[in-house]
C-alpha cells in the first residue's frame, strides 16, 4: 500500500514558514482538488494521478520518496 505523507510535510512547511497552511491553501496553488488531498490525507490511502503528485512534490519542494511511502500489507 502506498501511504502519503502529506500530513508531515504540511507540518514542517507550515513550521518552517511560521504560519499555519491548510488544505484549501494547498488545493488553491497546486490545482489539486481539495477532496483529493482530504482523501490523500486519509490513513488508508487513496489511488491520485502522477500530475497531482507532481503538483505537490513542487509545492513541498520535495522529492516523491518524501511525499509517497511503500508500505507491505499485513497478510
Same mark, same amino acid.
Given at each position: 500500500? +502506498?501511504? @502519503? *505523507?502529506? *500530513?508531515?510535510?504540511?507540518? /514542517? =512547511?507550515? @513550521?518552517? /514558514?511560521?504560519?499555519? $497552511?491548510?488544505? /484549501?491553501?494547498?488545493? =488553491? +496553488? #497546486?490545482?489539486?482538488?481539495?477532496?483529493? +488531498?482530504? =482523501?490523500?490525507?486519509?490513513?488508508?490511502?487513496? %489511488?491520485?494521478? #502522477? %500530475? %497531482?503528485?507532481?503538483?505537490?512534490? *513542487? @509545492? @513541498?519542494?520535495?522529492? $516523491?520518496?518524501?511525499?509517497v /511511502?511503500?508500505?507491505p500489507?499485513? *497478510?
Amino acid at each position: 500500500m +502506498l501511504r @502519503f *505523507k502529506l *500530513k508531515e510535510l504540511l507540518a /514542517e =512547511k507550515s @513550521f518552517r /514558514e511560521g504560519r499555519k $497552511i491548510t488544505l /484549501e491553501e494547498v488545493a =488553491k +496553488l #497546486t490545482g489539486v482538488n481539495r477532496a483529493t +488531498l482530504s =482523501k490523500m490525507n486519509n490513513p488508508l490511502g487513496h %489511488n491520485t494521478t #502522477t %500530475n %497531482n503528485l507532481d503538483a505537490l512534490c *513542487k @509545492f @513541498f519542494d520535495c522529492q $516523491i520518496g518524501e511525499l509517497v /511511502e511503500f508500505v507491505p500489507d499485513d *497478510k
